[in-house]
């Protein structure tokens, strides 16, 4: 079961003006949490804003804009926040992207490390004393599922000396997303802030709609109408934001509301440190 009331709370959701993070927005706001929404488009933030208000009834729905991709402007983002809010009850990490062309983001970083890993992980580091002083605070990233031997290659993880692969690249970077949360996860004990990671299943998005291959584009419009809409994914999303069962909980890899098993790699320590560091050195923190 969710929380049934979210009065009070403030949450942050990026990635929020479509798919899983519109869905999780409107859900989060029906609850009567005060939502903050992040998006890179004024104009597509502002129209899901409102179709969120209307459609929940609760005003306290916010927007604030960044490309997630640039760390100037998460670290801009992380600012504006605090300069509105003097606490985080809830931040999900849903911004992410499949890239099926190899490019580079304003700070010279491979796209798919920068928007799925690097991205969660600055915002996070930025706004992690506000949730601390929050506590008991919750931080949700969004994964997805995975091969059991899938692994992130430390020596080329921005693919310069591989060949490019806009699923590998994918396929990693949410990978870091585990390793992350499960070395955020030690960090945070006994802080009362919990970090949970959700594969919220498969769904209809604009996920992968661009640069796709068109055998994928042919085999999306097949499979499309079978999937999932996204207000079930958001349940997932929601459930691991909100639900009274989960506090305390920490550490966890969540599906339907069921603990999953993440790839081998996810639990190496030594991967997790190392992920860590890495990360640290290409956000300059
Ligand atoms: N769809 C699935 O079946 C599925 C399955 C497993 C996991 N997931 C995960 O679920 C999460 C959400 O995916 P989705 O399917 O809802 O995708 P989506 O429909 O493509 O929505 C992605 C959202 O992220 C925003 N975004 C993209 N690039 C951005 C950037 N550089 N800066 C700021 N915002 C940016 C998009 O904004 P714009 O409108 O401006 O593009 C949009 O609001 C992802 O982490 C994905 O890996 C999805």
Redesign the pocket.
């Known amino acids: 079961m969710d929380s049934g009331d979210m009065r009070g709370k403030v949450c942050l959701v990026?990635?929020?003006?479509?798919?899983?993070?519109?869905a999780t927005v409107l859900r989060l706001a029906k609850l009567g949490a005060s939502v903050i929404m992040?998006?890179?488009?004024r104009e597509?933030g502002e129209a899901a804003r409102r179709d969120i208000i209307g459609a929940s009834g609760n005003t306290e729905v916010d927007l604030l804009v960044?490309?997630?991709?640039s760390q100037a402007q998460i670290r801009r983002l992380a600012e504006d926040f605090r300069t509105l809010h003097s606490r985080l009850d809830v931040l999900v990490n849903?911004?992410?992207?499949v890239f099926m062309t190899r490019s580079l983001s304003a700070d010279g970083i491979e796209t798919s490390l920068a928007?799925?890993h690097l991205a969660p992980f600055l915002l996070t580091s930025l706004l992690l004393d506000v949730v601390q002083a929050s506590a008991p605070a919750r931080i949700v990233n969004?994964?997805?599922?995975l091969g059991a031997n899938t692994a992130i290659d430390f020596d080329d993880i921005q693919f310069e000396q591989r060949a490019y692969s806009g699923f590998s690249a994918?396929s990693e970077t949410?990978l870091a997303n585990m390793l992350f949360t499960y070395e955020l996860a030690r960090r945070l004990q006994g802080t009362g802030v919990t970090v949970n990671c959700v594969?919220?299943?498969?769904?209809r998005?604009?996920?992968g709609?661009e640069g796709m291959p068109p055998v994928m584009r042919i085999l999306n419009v097949v499979v499309r109408p079978f999937?999932a809409e996204?207000a079930r994914?958001a349940e997932r999303v929601v459930y691991a934001a909100t639900a009274p069962e989960l506090a305390g909980v920490s550490g966890q890899y969540l599906g339907n509301r069921q603990p999953l098993t993440s790839p081998k790699q996810a639990y190496d320590e030594a991967a997790q440190a190392r992920l860590w560091q890495l990360s640290v050195s290409l956000t300059g923190l």
């Open positions: 990026t990635g929020a003006n479509a798919g899983l993070g519109k992040v998006s890179r488009s597509r960044a490309d997630l991709s849903n911004v992410g992207g928007l799925n969004v994964t997805t599922r994918y949410k594969h919220p299943g498969v769904f998005s604009n996920f709609s999937m996204a994914a």
